[in-house]
């Protein structure tokens, strides 16, 4: 018997009104565990309108009420995180313990999210002209949309709807349909916690409710986190119709070793940020730079440290799972021949990889190239799998100018014991979030996450502050209590005593 996925509409599990749907896979099996509701125009309208109807109470709720109910889903999360982890693993491949840190990070956000009473204060100016004082107040927006990736099916929607919604927002998430199941399972456990019926509300889907999402006319902002075409499309089409956007997009992640770094720390650097998550990260570090000096050496270690590594099912304590489709790790495998013809030399070949897990799984093993040239599209696409590029480049000067042409500008990571090359290259590499000798510099919750150029459409960041004040607006009150004194007539442009 096939087993569907449902939305989450108005607190109740709903099928909706479409009838397409898509099947989920685990990837370690190769098998399909269940089918998602792939929502209509109707289904993404009842959501919308179910949000809307809540919205009015919920942003009248006390902050002591909202952050009641913040703090209430934190313990429930933290305390079944493990069988979060596990509907992780079973959908989209990774380990058991990088799903777990995936939680980890996630739940950060909802920590951050629940000092929202002191987040929202306003500012306050007495006296700005005789009797007359000036505040502002951060209210909410009203219905907010969300869509999420498949590569953290928990922790990207957990970077804005814990702040949506303590802010006094009401939310529509139309997760990837890849592996929707962790969405439901958070929503309904904020349900739990106490959050009152339509506040947090979930749309499966692919692109039509997508584009229903972005025409919406009760929609008041859009936050992506996709690859870079759609978070183009979704930026231009949000906009387009009246809405605030933040649209976070793909990457390529360059590490760049210099000579005086430790090889030991960078090599260990470049492997578990390079085939984490099967490379299945935005933050993976893609393409490592490597002085001429150090070059040989370094590829040497990493390679040696490839060889300790196990990939397998998730649920098995390997290192690395599978890939999210069959389709994608054809995909991946097909830059291999690209990256032979183009003369790249591969040092370590992913393709027939010895796995701990069912054959029908879709593996890819770590691969790592070298000599890779900078034409390549081995190197100018963002490949999303285990595949770690090497480039040799003269000097610091050349390896930042490579990734200062790059299109994309999300993490970049310097590995030097070099002070002063450091501070140099914070300064003028344009990317959005740098690593000194940290290669997968993700900011924590109370700083903001986003790339630059073609890795972030919007000029508001995920979570953090300006998270905060993406999913806010601010009203700017001028207070006169009247007296006698300030009767009479005066058509100019209100100016201060
Ligand atoms: P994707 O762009 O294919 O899909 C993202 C979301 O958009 C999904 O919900 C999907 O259903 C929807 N979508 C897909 N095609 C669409 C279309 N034509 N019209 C409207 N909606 C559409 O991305 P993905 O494969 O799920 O995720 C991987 C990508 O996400 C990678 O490029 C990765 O770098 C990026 N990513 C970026 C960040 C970041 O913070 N910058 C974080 C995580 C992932």
Known sequence: MTTYLNHFIGGKLVEGESTRTSPVFDPAKGTVSKEVRLGSVADVDSAVAAAAAAFPEWRDASLAKRQSVVFTFRELLNARKSELAEILTSEHGKVLSDAAGEIARGLEVVDFAAGMPHLLKGEYSENVSTGVDVYSVKQPLGVVGIISPFNFPAMVPLWFFPIAIAAGNTVVLKPSEKDPSAANWLAELFAEAGLPDGVFNVVHGDKEAVDALLEHPVVKSISFVGSTPIAKYIYETAARNGKRVQALGGAKNHMLVLPDADLDLAADAAVNAGFGSAGERCMAISVLLAVDTVADELVSRIAERMSTLKTGDGRRSCDMGPLITK??????????????????????????????????????GPTLLDNVPLSSTVYTDEIFGPVLSVVRVSSYAEGLEII????????????????????????????????????????????????????????????????????TQEKAITSRWLDPSHGGINLGFPEHD
């Open 327 to 364: 389709v994608h790790r054809d995909k991946v495998a097909s830059y291999l021949d690209v990256a032979e013809a183009d003369g790249a030399t591969v040092v370590v070949d992913g393709r027939n990889p010895d796995v701990d897990g069912e054959p029908e799984g879709f593996w890819f």
């Open 404 to 471: 200062n042409n790059s299109r994309y500008g999300n993490g970049t990571a310097i590995f030097t014991n070099d002070g002063g090359a450091a501070r140099r290259f914070q300064r003028e590499v344009t990317v959005g979030m740098v690593g000194i000798n940290v290669p997968i510099p993700v900011p924590v919750a109370y700083h903001s996450f986003g790339g630059w150029k073609e890795s972030m459409f919007g000029d508001s960041k995920a979570y953090g502050p300006q998270g905060v004040h993406f999913f």
